[in-house]
């Protein structure tokens, strides 16, 4: 085996058999509903993994081949977003298993047994040098030892009861060391920390099936060992979860002869856990019927029934999770509970009361809510419900600004022309309306209609279709407002005669009546009105008559895309010159907010265009100013809407990407709505983040009136901390085969693909590894890492795969919004190709991201590695050539030092105290304290804790009562050291940011005089271009800085605010407590305004 390879999962059931016919609902479904029992709207426990042991049956059976699997390539960035299958002609290798392929462990009694056979590990010295040794539980559960050894055999051994901690992962200092960090994965290795003194034993299994085996016997052994008989599990006492499964049984049972037909209990299983297939089901029967010496037949008894289940619909992953967090017994009370959700989930403000509602409502024992915990199936309906779903559910509802000017928002938009002509994908015809309806339904705020000649007289939608425009105009006015109440941009292409235009204008004056927008810009404003004052309103997006021309109709310039599409000319306009077309008074006077124009040029639109005026650009010609003029393009949008449409050599309606044009603020980009894929996947995806309204609000430094923000930056950008994600792809749940895959059965070998999509910098593609022969149920255990630099503008996609030789096939995906991530143990529920949702098909995922409120907190460095002040890089601001404005910023050099070091000292402290806690720089102050008091949990219960911390105290101290060990020696000191450093943020922060504003505001006070001062110095051409991207960099630095200060402050007040609430919780605090509720009122931030002056004055 080689060193550190990550085994594959142990292989779930034999493949099954052929499905058979489905049978009637009956008994079976009466039994589960009536099994669920709890009140309140029950949905059923969605499937777990096959083949999961979890009877009394001995496990020593006849050991399998080894599992195998692959090991991911190297996963390039993805270019071409067209692309479906982004990692193919993969090299495929293989690694070894320590673990037998038929078992899943499941319950710690399994665990147990696999120690006590025992097993090979890697032993890993504090030298960087790993030795192979061979370990095991001895028969009476006092000691576990390793061989060969050169120790004597009596100190090649550790006392079960001396077990302080378990912890999975390179968490200790020997681990973390650099000359073994790369050889083998994070979840392949665990540490046991024993003794009074915590030494460290540190080990690498072949895969994380055994270090899961031993962890949990270890943790549940160490355990027992420290409660008393009242509080270890009774083996006579008839297991819950058991006497629940039987009583389903019973209640199927309607004859009452202790056996059931295998159809209804079949049926039965599949009522509890949707997704799981028939033909596993029957072929699990029939191994338990064989393995138990009855007779194959069409019954089955109660205890072949429960066991059954048990294998079933146990999920080894979900199981071990819920021991961890549950006081190493086999359910959950309420403390474990609350402390899980709010250690782990990020959850705030949990009361028992709380978590006596999540009991009642997902454990489907009686015994379970009677006595208030959760144990396997209830824990795992929880994490399969809508409550642990990945997206935040604030997100669902318009939860955004949505009173900025509407220049200011990303506005999800249709392409018109394959609406109308290619309908027939909305199950209609070319004369059928559905794309439409379809598109508003989904959110879409931006129409476009291309109006031509009809042949009986009535303008018609596209050319040579039969769609009516009073038809298209009345589903549209039907529709409008169904799925949000904000304004609804209709683009208007008219290629008609003067006639029938007077016909579209009465068609849109009649259907639309008072919702149309009619009120004139006003010419002293500088911006688009907002769309919340914009409710409820039709605008109107078409070129309009001069104002100098007064006549009933006149010339315009042509629209540049029906150019492009090469429409027909009506009879009028074939006698104009190229470009120009008539358009009539009436048509006219219904554009305002929208008026269409030809874009010119960035520095003619800087001086010349009016805000209510719009320009559409080819996809090809928005690329161009997007890869050549980036921050100009940026520039424009601020203030002026702008619609980028897809090139007409799509000819299969094909999309392009839209995050190529948001990155650089463009408010409009078309989509083929008919056509699945990535592309449409990312669109739908990021306008489901403002309660699915159609609207999204740009990032903040896309839209201030001063600010530096280059769409093709490859670095981190000025004022915005570049945050981590840690994505943890655990398995997957009831995956189906791909669709018009034929050759490999019924079983997939699927691999995980997660894409993050965004600005340059931020752009990546990574993959689990393989698994084999895995059936519907894979478990991949892979860590999955992404730095983010522009978090508002950045989409998550998960992929899931088909692994095979000849082509990578499509199963399932799924895209969420980066800002929507919710931390913690997380579902992802999985969409088809077309965004359809895959019933009881989903992910099952752990996320955690720096700088956000639960799962972790810590600064991207501190994940990387803690930079001292002599590495430590300082943000400076730049020359303009200006000489007046270069001495105003110049004043800001010390304070931006100052912020950075009070910052960055803050993070280096809490990364030490976090990894001397044995956690990773990723978790949050409370997971650290309630880690603490396990190893202080006294052995007595009259006796103190070891250390205690002083609540009395505005900043708590940690004090040792009593003689402590080396370790505990300095914990103490790394928390000492993160107190102070915590003190020193909080008191000095109002003054450095005070500083730093000052130079900001005295900066923006050069703005609107810039123009003169460079004309003043002579600056001309590139030195004029170069002085004012200086400029708009130094106001940005600073105004981020600032920001960034006064989020560290309110960080450092949570910290205090987490150390009193789980010092509370666990029993270390003494003193009283000052109200954590003083900490979370001051640690909340006012928002920050958007003015030209950047920020506020006062204190942070």
């Given at each position: 085996?080689a060193?550190?390879?990550?085994?594959g999962?142990?292989?779930?059931?034999?493949?099954?058999?052929?499905?058979?016919?489905?049978q009637?609902?009956?008994?079976?479904?009466?039994?589960?509903?009536?099994?669920?029992?709890?009140?309140g709207?029950?949905s059923?426990?969605?499937?777990?993994?096959g083949?999961?042991?979890?009877?009394?049956?001995?496990n020593?059976?006849?050991?399998?081949?080894p599992?195998?699997?692959?090991?991911?390539?190297?996963?390039?960035?993805?270019?071409?977003?067209?692309?479906?299958r982004?990692?193919?002609?993969?090299?495929?290798?293989?690694?070894?298993?320590?673990?037998?392929?038929?078992?899943?462990?499941?319950?710690?009694?399994?665990?147990?047994?696999?120690?006590?056979?025992?097993?090979?590990m890697?032993?890993?010295?504090?030298?960087?040098?790993?030795?192979?040794?061979?370990?095991?539980?001895?028969?009476?559960?006092?000691?576990?030892?390793?061989?060969?050894?050169?120790?004597?055999?009596?100190?090649?051994?550790i006392?079960?009861?001396?077990v302080?901690?378990?912890?999975?992962?390179?968490?200790?200092?020997?681990?973390?060391?650099?000359?073994?960090?790369?050889?083998?994965?994070?979840?392949?290795?665990?540490?046991?920390?024993?003794?009074?003194?915590?030494?460290?034993?540190?080990?690498?299994?072949?895969?994380?099936?055994?270090?899961?085996?031993?962890v949990?016997?270890?943790?549940?052994?160490a355990?027992?060992?420290?409660?008393?008989?009242?509080?270890?599990?009774e083996?006579?006492?008839?297991?819950?979860?058991?006497?629940?499964?039987?009583?389903?049984?019973?209640?199927?049972?309607?004859?009452?002869?202790?056996?059931?037909?295998?159809?209804?209990?079949?049926?039965?299983?599949?009522?509890?856990?949707?997704?799981?297939k028939?033909?596993?089901?029957?072929?699990?029967?029939?191994?338990?019927?064989?393995?138990?010496?009855?007779r194959?037949?069409?019954?089955?008894?109660?205890e072949?029934?429960?066991?059954?289940?048990?294998?079933?619909c146990?999920?080894?992953?979900?199981?071990?999770?819920?021991v961890?967090?549950?006081?190493?017994?086999?359910?959950?009370?309420?403390?474990?509970?609350?402390?899980?959700?709010?250690?782990?989930?990020?959850?705030?403000?949990?009361?028992?009361?709380m978590?006596?509602?999540?009991?009642?409502?997902?454990?489907?024992?009686?015994?379970?809510?009677?006595?208030?915990?959760?144990?396997?199936?209830?824990?795992?309906?929880?994490?399969?419900?809508?409550?642990?779903?990945?997206?935040?559910?604030?997100?669902?509802?318009?939860?955004?600004?949505?009173?900025?000017?509407?220049?200011?928002?990303?506005?999800?938009?249709?392409?018109?022309?394959?609406?109308?002509?290619?309908?027939?994908?909305?199950?209609?015809?070319?004369?059928?309306?559905?794309?439409?309806?379809?598109?508003?339904?989904?959110?879409c705020?931006?129409?476009?209609?291309?109006?031509?000649?009809?042949?009986?007289g009535?303008p018609?939608?596209?050319?040579?279709?039969?769609?009516?425009?009073?038809?298209?105009?009345?589903?549209?006015?039907?529709?409008a407002?169904?799925?949000?109440?904000?304004?609804?941009?209709?683009?208007?292409?008219?290629?008609?005669?003067?006639?029938?235009?007077?016909?579209?204008?009465?068609?849109?004056?009649?259907?639309?009546?008072?919702?149309?927008?009619l009120?004139?810009?006003n010419?002293?404003e500088?911006?688009?009105?907002?769309p919340?004052?914009?409710?409820?309103?039709?605008?109107?997006?078409?070129?309009?008559l001069?104002?100098?021309?007064?006549?009933?109709?006149?010339?315009?310039?042509?629209?540049?895309?029906?150019?492009?599409?090469?429409?027909?000319?009506?009879?009028?306009?074939?006698e104009?010159?190229?470009?120009?077309?008539a358009?009539?008074?009436?048509?006219?006077d219904?554009?305002?907010?929208?008026?269409?124009?030809?874009?010119?040029g960035?520095?003619?639109?800087?001086?010349?265009q009016?805000?209510?005026?719009?320009?559409?650009?080819?996809?090809?010609?928005?690329?161009?100013?997007?890869?050549?003029?980036?921050e100009?393009?940026?520039?424009y949008?601020?203030?002026?809407?702008?619609?980028?449409?897809?090139?007409?050599?799509?000819?299969?309606?094909?999309?392009?990407?839209?995050?190529?044009?948001?990155?650089?603020?463009?408010?409009?980009?078309a989509?083929?709505?008919?056509t699945?894929g990535?592309?449409?996947?990312?669109n739908?995806?990021?306008?489901?983040?403002?309660?699915?309204?159609?609207?999204?609000?740009?990032p903040?430094?896309?839209?201030?009136?001063?600010?530096?923000?280059?769409?093709?930056?490859?670095?981190?950008?000025?004022?915005?901390?570049?945050?981590?994600l840690?994505?943890?792809?655990?398995?997957?749940?009831n995956?189906?085969?791909?669709k018009?895959?034929?050759?490999?059965?019924?079983?997939?070998?699927?691999?995980?693909?997660?894409?993050?999509h965004?600005?340059?910098?931020?752009?990546?593609?990574?993959?689990?590894?393989?698994?084999?022969?895995?059936?519907?149920?894979?478990?991949?255990?892979?860590?999955?890492?992404?730095q983010?630099?522009?978090?508002?503008?950045?989409?998550?996609r998960?992929?899931?795969?088909?692994?095979?030789?000849?082509?990578?096939?499509?199963?399932?995906?799924?895209?969420?919004?980066?800002?929507?991530?919710?931390?913690?143990?997380?579902?992802?529920?999985?969409?088809?190709?077309?965004?359809?949702?895959?019933?009881?098909?989903?992910?099952?995922?752990?996320?955690?991201?720096?700088?956000?409120?639960?799962?972790?907190?810590?600064?991207r460095?501190?994940?990387s590695?803690?930079?001292?002040?002599?590495?430590?890089?300082?943000?400076?601001?730049?020359?303009?050539?200006?000489?007046?404005?270069?001495?105003?910023?110049?004043?800001?050099?010390?304070?931006?030092?100052?912020?950075?070091?009070?910052?960055?000292?803050?993070?280096?402290?809490?990364?030490?105290?976090?990894?001397?806690?044995?956690l990773?720089?990723?978790a949050?102050?409370?997971?650290?304290?309630?880690?603490?008091?396990?190893?202080?949990?006294?052995?007595?219960?009259?006796?103190?804790?070891?250390?205690?911390?002083?609540?009395?105290?505005?900043?708590?101290?940690?004090?040792?009562?009593?003689?402590v060990?080396?370790?505990?020696?300095?914990?103490?000191?790394?928390?000492?050291?993160?107190?102070?450093?915590?003190?020193t943020?909080?008191?000095?922060?109002?003054?450095?940011?005070?500083?730093?504003?000052?130079?900001?505001?005295?900066?923006m006070?050069?703005?609107?005089?810039?123009?003169?001062?460079?004309?003043?110095?002579?600056?001309?051409?590139r030195?004029?271009?170069?002085?004012?991207?200086?400029?708009?960099?130094?106001?940005?630095?600073?105004?981020?800085?600032?920001?960034?200060?006064?989020?560290?402050?309110?960080?450092?007040?949570?910290?205090?605010?987490?150390?009193?609430?789980?010092?509370?919780?666990?029993?270390?605090?003494?003193?009283?407590?000052?109200?954590?509720?003083?900490?979370?009122?001051?640690?909340?931030?006012?928002?920050?305004?958007?003015?030209?002056?950047?920020?506020?004055?006062?204190?942070?």
């Amino acid at each position: 085996m080689a060193d550190g390879a990550p085994g594959g999962p142990p292989s779930g059931s034999p493949r099954p058999g052929p499905p058979r016919a489905p049978q009637k609902e009956g008994p079976a479904a009466a039994a589960a509903a009536t099994a669920a029992g709890a009140p309140g709207d029950l949905s059923p426990l969605r499937s777990g993994s096959g083949g999961s042991a979890c009877s009394s049956r001995d496990n020593s059976a006849e050991r399998d081949p080894p599992g195998l699997a692959r090991t991911a390539p190297a996963a390039g960035i993805m270019k071409d977003g067209s692309r479906q299958r982004p990692l193919q002609h993969k090299k495929k290798t293989v690694s070894f298993s320590t673990m037998p392929s038929n078992r899943k462990l499941s319950s710690t009694a399994a665990c147990i047994s696999f120690m006590l056979e025992g097993c090979e590990m890697k032993k890993v010295r504090s030298n960087s040098r790993m030795y192979s040794r061979f370990f095991v539980l001895d028969p009476d559960l006092r000691f576990m030892h390793w061989e060969p050894s050169k120790k004597d055999s009596e100190k090649a051994k550790i006392e079960i009861k001396s077990v302080k901690e378990v912890r999975v992962g390179k968490k200790t200092p020997v681990l973390r060391s650099n000359g073994l960090s790369d050889q083998f994965p994070d979840e392949c290795a665990f540490s046991i920390i024993y003794g009074d003194n915590y030494e460290s034993l540190d080990l690498v299994a072949g895969s994380v099936d055994v270090v899961n085996a031993w962890v949990m016997g270890l943790r549940y052994l160490a355990s027992y060992g420290k409660h008393t008989l009242e509080g270890a599990p009774e083996t006579s006492h008839p297991n819950p979860r058991t006497s629940w499964i039987a009583s389903v049984f019973d209640i199927a049972d309607l004859e009452k002869e202790g056996r059931i037909p295998v159809s209804r209990a079949v049926q039965l299983i599949r009522a509890l856990n949707p997704g799981m297939k028939t033909s596993t089901i029957e072929l699990k029967f029939k191994e338990l019927q064989k393995a138990a010496s009855e007779r194959l037949g069409e019954e089955v008894g109660c205890e072949v029934f429960v066991e059954a289940y048990c294998e079933l619909c146990t999920r080894p992953e979900v199981f071990f999770l819920l021991v961890q967090f549950s006081s190493n017994k086999e359910y959950m009370g309420l403390k474990d509970l609350m402390s899980f959700l709010e250690a782990e989930q990020g959850m705030e403000g949990v009361t028992e009361e709380m978590c006596l509602e999540i009991v009642r409502k997902y454990e489907p024992s009686k015994e379970g809510r009677e006595r208030g915990y959760l144990a396997i199936d209830g824990f795992t309906r929880y994490l399969l419900s809508a409550d642990c779903d990945i997206f935040d559910p604030q997100h669902r509802k318009v939860c955004q600004d949505m009173t900025q000017p509407l220049s200011h928002y990303f506005i999800s938009s249709a392409h018109g022309a394959c609406l109308a002509e290619d309908s027939c994908f909305w199950g209609g015809s070319t004369s059928d309306i559905g794309g439409y309806v379809a598109a508003l339904k989904a959110g879409c705020r931006s129409l476009e209609l291309v109006v031509c000649d009809g042949s009986s007289g009535e303008p018609v939608v596209g050319a040579g279709t039969r769609l009516a425009f009073s038809r298209v105009v009345g589903a549209v006015a039907e529709h409008a407002f169904e799925a949000s109440d904000f304004p609804l941009i209709l683009c208007l292409s008219v290629r008609c005669c003067i006639a029938q235009q007077h016909l579209v204008a009465e068609h849109l004056r009649k259907t639309f009546g008072d919702k149309l927008y009619l009120v004139p810009p006003n010419p002293s404003e500088s911006y688009l009105p907002s769309p919340e004052k914009l409710k409820n309103c039709i605008l109107i997006k078409s070129r309009k008559l001069l104002p100098s021309c007064q006549a009933g109709e006149g010339d315009v310039s042509d629209d540049e895309e029906t150019l492009e599409l090469s429409l027909p000319l009506s009879e009028e306009d074939r006698e104009r010159p190229r470009c120009r077309r008539a358009l009539c008074r009436e048509l006219s006077d219904l554009v305002s907010l929208c008026q269409a124009v030809s874009f010119q040029g960035f520095e003619a639109s800087r001086r010349n265009q009016c805000y209510w005026e719009t320009c559409s650009f080819s996809e090809v010609e928005a690329g161009r100013y997007a890869n050549e003029e980036p921050e100009d393009f940026v520039e424009y949008n601020k203030r002026f809407l702008s619609r980028v449409y897809p090139s007409p050599m799509r000819i299969d309606a094909s999309n392009m990407n839209p995050q190529d044009f948001w990155k650089c603020g463009c408010q409009m980009v078309a989509m083929n709505y008919q056509t699945p894929g990535l592309m449409m996947d990312l669109n739908a995806g990021w306008f489901r983040q403002n309660g699915g309204c159609g609207y999204v609000l740009r990032p903040a430094i896309m839209r201030e009136e001063v600010s530096y923000f280059s769409a093709n930056t490859r670095d981190t950008l000025p004022g915005i901390s570049a945050q981590l994600l840690h994505l943890k792809v655990i398995s997957g749940q009831n995956l189906p085969k791909p669709k018009g895959s034929g050759a490999k059965g019924d079983v997939v070998e699927p691999y995980v693909c997660a894409e993050m999509h965004g600005i340059p910098a931020d752009c990546a593609e990574k993959r689990t590894k393989t698994v084999l022969q895995s059936g519907d149920n894979p478990v991949f255990e892979e860590t999955l890492e992404f730095q983010v630099n522009l978090p508002e503008l950045a989409i998550l996609r998960f992929m899931v795969l088909d692994d095979d030789y000849i082509g990578d096939e499509f199963i399932a995906q799924y895209t969420i919004p980066f800002e929507c991530l919710q931390v913690g143990y997380r579902h992802v529920p999985l969409q088809s190709l077309a965004g359809e949702p895959l019933a009881n098909t989903t992910l099952f995922v752990h996320v955690a991201i720096t700088n956000r409120r639960g799962g972790g907190k810590a600064h991207r460095r501190g994940l990387s590695g803690r930079k001292g002040r002599r590495m430590r890089e300082y943000t400076s601001t730049k020359a303009t050539g200006i000489k007046a404005i270069d001495e105003v910023f110049r004043t800001a050099t010390q304070p931006l030092r100052e912020a950075t070091d009070l910052r960055e000292n803050m993070q280096n402290a809490l990364v030490s105290f976090k990894e001397l806690c044995g956690l990773t720089p990723a978790a949050n102050i409370k997971q650290c304290i309630l880690k603490l008091s396990t190893w202080l949990q006294p052995s007595e219960k009259e006796s103190p804790p070891a250390v205690t911390l002083n609540l009395g105290e505005e900043y708590p101290s940690m004090e040792a009562q009593g003689p402590v060990p080396e370790l505990l020696r300095k914990v103490l000191a790394a928390y000492d050291t993160m107190i102070q450093t915590g003190r020193t943020l909080i008191e000095s922060a109002d003054a450095v940011h005070a500083k730093i504003i000052q130079v900001q505001q005295a900066g923006m006070g050069f703005h609107k005089e810039l123009h003169r001062l460079e004309a003043k110095e002579g600056l001309k051409g590139r030195k004029l271009q170069k002085a004012l991207e200086s400029f708009a960099w130094n106001i940005t630095v600073l105004k981020g800085q600032a920001d960034l200060l006064k989020h560290s402050k309110a960080e450092a007040l949570d910290t205090l605010w987490q150390i009193h609430n789980a010092a509370q919780s666990c029993g270390i605090g003494r003193n009283g407590a000052a109200s954590p509720d003083l900490f979370r009122g001051r640690a909340l931030l006012d928002p920050i305004p958007e003015t030209e002056g950047g920020s506020d004055t006062g204190s942070c």
